[in-house]
C-alpha cells in the first residue's frame, strides 16, 4: 500500500488529509512553501482508517507543519490519527527549542591581542613549573624521599629500554648505512671514500645518533606516556590522586622520568655502535673498502668527547619527552579527542624542544671548544 | 498473534575459558520491554554484548526475527543490525562530531533521504528526546543524562524495531532517570519499538519492564524469567526475591 497525501485551502484552512502507508516517505518543498507563504489562518492534519503503518518520515511532516504553525502564530490541529502518531508529535513538541543567550562582550582588538600573548605566556610558565616541579621531586627521588612506587619505575624502564631495543637498533643501522652512503658519492669524487668511516663515527656519535634516539623516543614512548595519562584523566584517576592528597609528580610523573633519563643514554650509545655497523656495512661490503681499514679510520675519527657530547644529548631529551608526555597527558581533555590532542602536542613539542636544546648545546660547546 | 522477536537458545556466554553465564533460555515477544536484571558481575552487559553481536556465542544460539544470527552471513547480519538501536551506558556518541552529526551518522550510512530531509529527520529525533537547538553541541559540552537522550536520539534514527539499553539509569538523577523511563515508555506504546533494558534499578525495573530473566550470579543461569511484578508476588527463589525487594523483606524478618 502507498501513502495518500492531499492538501487543500478552503477558509483560511489549509487541510491535510493522509491515508495509506507511510515508510521512508519524503515529502516535496511543495506542502512546506504553502503553508509557509499562503494567507491561511489555520492547519488541520486528517487521516482516514486506512493510515496504518507509519514511520518519522509521516511524524516529520506534522512536526515541521507544527512548527511552522508555532513560527506563524496560527492555529494547528489534528483529527483522527493514529494515537501513537499524535502522543508522538506532543512529545516532539513538548520541549521548546533551546537557544543558547549570546554574549554581548566584545574585546577590543588591543585587549584580545594581549591576552593572546598573556595566555600564552601562562602556558609556558605553566609548564616551566612543571618543569622545576619535577625536577625538585627528582632530587627527592634520589634522596630516597620520594612516595613513588618501585613497581612503577620498573615498568617504565622496561617500556622505555629492552622493549625500544629492536626499534632503536633498526633505525640507527638504517641512519648509519644512509649517511655513509650519501657521504660515500661526494667523497668518491675527490678519491677519499675511505673518509666516510670518519665521516659516519663522527656524525653517529656526536648528535645523529642521540637525534635518532630521540625523536624515536618521542614518537614511541612520550605519546605512550601522554596516552595513558590523558586516559587517567579521563577515568578520573589523576583526580583521585590530586584529592587524596598525592603528589602527582611522584606518582605519575617521576617512574617515567627516571627510567627515561637512565634508559637514553644507553639507548644512544647502542644507537652510535648501531649506526657504526651500518656505516660499516656500506663501507666494507659495498664500498670495497678493507675492514681494518675501515675500523682504523672510524677510530681515529672517535672522541671521549663527541661521545659525551652525544650522551649528554641523549640525557637533555629524555627529560624534554618525558616531561611533555606527561605534562600534556595530565592537562589532557576529558575526551577521546583531548587525548588525542594531548599526544599529538606532547610528540610535537617534544620534537621541537630537542631540536631547540640541540641548538643551544652546539652553541655553548662551540663557544667551550668542545 | 505476538512474534517472538529474540529467542534465545542454550545461549552459553564466555570470554575464552571464563564461562559468564552457562546456559540462557528466553524468548523476547514484539512490543516487550524485556529486562535483563541480576546483581552487580551477574554477566547481563556481558549477554547484551551477544545479542548485539559484539562477543560470539560460547555455546547454543540466538534469534532476531526468526534468523540464526550467529549463523548469519554478514550482508543479513548488517540488515537485522539496521533494524537495532543500541543505547549505551555513556551515551556511545562520538566526541568528535555534534549531536546532530551523531545522529545524522547512520541516516546518511543506511538511509537514502536527501540532506534536507536527513536534518529535518535529525531536529526531530532530538526533539523527541527533548533536545531541540542543541544540534551543534559536542558531547563534552552537555551534561550525563542529555549524553543518553543523545544516545538514544541516534539509536532511534533509522526507526529500529530493537533498541538495547546498557544501564540507562546509571549516574542519572531520580527525575531524569523517571523522564528516560517516560521516553522509552513513550517511545515503546507509541512506535510498537521493542526495548531491551540491561539494569539493576528497581524502580525502572517495576516502571517499565513488561517481560523479564534474572541472572543469578552464583549458579551462572537464569533462575526466573517473567513479568517483574508477578516475580516480586511469586518469587520462584530467595535470590529474585532478594534482589526485588533490596534483601529488605528478609531484614525485617529477621528483626
Known amino acids: 500500500m502507498t501513502q495518500l497525501i492531499n492538501f487543500s485551502i478552503n477558509n483560511n484552512t489549509l487541510t491535510l488529509s493522509l491515508g495509506g502507508a507511510f515508510v521512508h516517505f519524503e515529502q516535496t518543498d511543495q506542502l512546506y512553501n504553502t503553508a509557509n507563504s499562503a494567507p491561511i489562518k489555520k492547519i488541520i492534519v486528517t487521516s482516514d482508517n486506512s493510515l496504518k503503518n507509519w514511520d518519522s518520515s509521516l511524524l516529520l511532516i506534522l512536526f515541521k507543519l507544527k512548527n511552522i504553525a508555532d513560527t506563524r502564530k496560527i492555529d494547528f490541529q489534528t483529527q483522527n490519527l493514529p494515537d501513537g502518531l499524535s502522543r508522538m508529535l506532543l512529545l516532539a513538541t513538548a520541549v521548546k527549542p533551546h537557544h543558547d543567550t549570546p ?171 648501531m649506526g657504526m655497523l651500518g656505516g660499516g656495512f656500506v663501507g666494507v661490503l659495498l664500498l670495497g673498502i678493507p675492514a681494518s681499514e675501515y675500523w682504523k679510520y672510524s677510530w681515529q675519527a672517535w672522541s671521549m668527547s663527541s661521545f659525551w657530547v652525544g650522551i649528554f644529548h641523549g640525557f637533555v631529551f629524555a627529560f624534554i619527552i618525558s616531561l611533555c608526555g606527561c605534562y600534556y597527558g595530565i592537562n589532557s581533555g576529558r575526551n577521546a579527542d583531548g587525548v588525542g590532542v594531548a599526544t599529538t602536542k606532547a610528540v610535537v613539542s617534544a620534537i621541537v624542544w630537542m631540536i631547540v636544546a640541540t641548538g643551544i648545546i652546539t652553541f655553548i660547546f662551540e663557544r667551550l671548544g668542545i | 498473534m505476538i512474534k517472538d522477536k529474540i529467542v534465545a537458545r542454550h545461549l552459553q ?61 554478514d550482508d543479513t547480519k548488517l540488515e537485522i543490525m539496521k533494524k537495532v538501536g543500541i543505547l549505551y551506558q555513556s551515551g556511545g556518541l562520538f566526541s568528535s562530531m555534534t549531536l546532530a552529526e551523531n545522529v545524522a551518522l547512520p541516516l546518511q550510512k543506511y538511509s537514502d533521504y536527501s540532506p534536507s530531509t536527513i536534518a529535518d529527520l535529525v531536529n526531530l529525533k532530538l526533539s523527541l528526546v527533548g533536545l531541540s537547538g542543541f544540534n551543534d553541541y559536542y558531547p563534552a559540552e552537555i551534561s550525563g543524562g542529555m549524553k543518553k537522550r543523545a544516545g538514544l536520539a541516534r539509536a532511534l534514527a533509522l526507526d529500529p524495531q530493537i533498541v538495547y539499553f546498557d544501564e540507562p539509569s546509571a549516574g542519572l538523577d531520580p527525575i531524569s532517570s523517571a523522564r528516560l523511563d517516560d521516553l522509552m515508555k513513550d517511545i515503546n506504546q507509541n512506535l510498537g519499538t521493542t526495548l531491551v533494558v540491561v539494569t539493576h534499578e528497581l524502580d525502572s525495573i517495576f516502571n517499565i519492564g513488561t517481560n523479564s530473566i534474572f541472572i543469578d550470579a552464583a549458579t551462572k543461569t537464569l533462575t526466573a524469567h517473567g513479568n517483574p511484578h508477578d516475580l516480586l508476588k511469586n518469587p520462584p527463589n530467595e535470590n529474585v526475591f532478594n534482589f526485588l525487594t533490596r534483601g529488605r523483606e528478609n531484614a525485617k524478618t529477621a528483626q
Open chain 1, 103 to 273: 554574549l554581548n562582550h566584545h574585546d577590543p582588538l588591543l585587549d584580545r591581542i594581549g591576552g593572546y600573548w598573556l595566555n600564552l605566556y601562562n602556558v609556558f610558565m605553566k609548564g616551566f613549573d612543571f618543569a622545576i616541579d619535577n625536577i625538585s621531586a627528582l632530587l627527592k627521588f634520589v634522596r630516597g624521599k620520594s612516595v613513588t612506587r618501585k613497581v612503577d619505575f620498573l615498568f617504565a624502564l622496561e617500556d622505555c629500554g629492552p622493549k625500544a631495543l629492536g626499534i632503536v637498533s633498526l633505525i640507527s643501522f638504517m641512519v648509519g648505512l644512509i649517511l655513509a652512503f650519501v657521504g660515500a658519492i661526494q667523497l668518491k669524487t675527490f678519491g677519499a671514500q675511505v673518509y666516510v668511516a670518519s665521516l659516519v663515527t663522527i656524525g653517529m656519535i656526536r648528535i645523529m645518533g642521540a637525534i635518532m634516539v630521540g625523536i624515536i623516543m618521542a614518537g614511541r614512548t612520550g605519546a605512550s606516556f601522554a596516552a595513558t595519562l590523558g586516559t587517567m584523566q579521563v577515568n578520573e584517576e589523576i583526580d583521585a590522586l590530586k584529592t587524596m592528597g598525592i603528589p602527582i609528580s611522584d606518582f605519575l610523573v617521576l617512574p617515567r622520568l627516571a627510567a627515561m633519563i637512565i634508559a637514553m643514554p644507553i639507548l644512544t650509545m647502542l644507537a652510535d655502535f
Open chain 2, 13 to 73: 556466554v564466555a570470554y575464552g575459558p571464563k564461562v559468564i553465564i552457562q546456559t540462557a533460555d528466553f524468548a523476547v515477544k514484539e512490543n516487550d520491554i524485556f529486562i535483563i536484571m541480576g546483581g552487580s558481575g551477574c554477566g547481563k552487559s556481558s549477554m547484551l554484548r551477544v545479542l548485539t553481536g559484539l562477543l560470539p556465542p560460547a555455546q547454543g544460539t540466538f534469534f532476531v526475527n526468526g534468523i540464526d544470527y550467529p549463523k548469519a552471513d
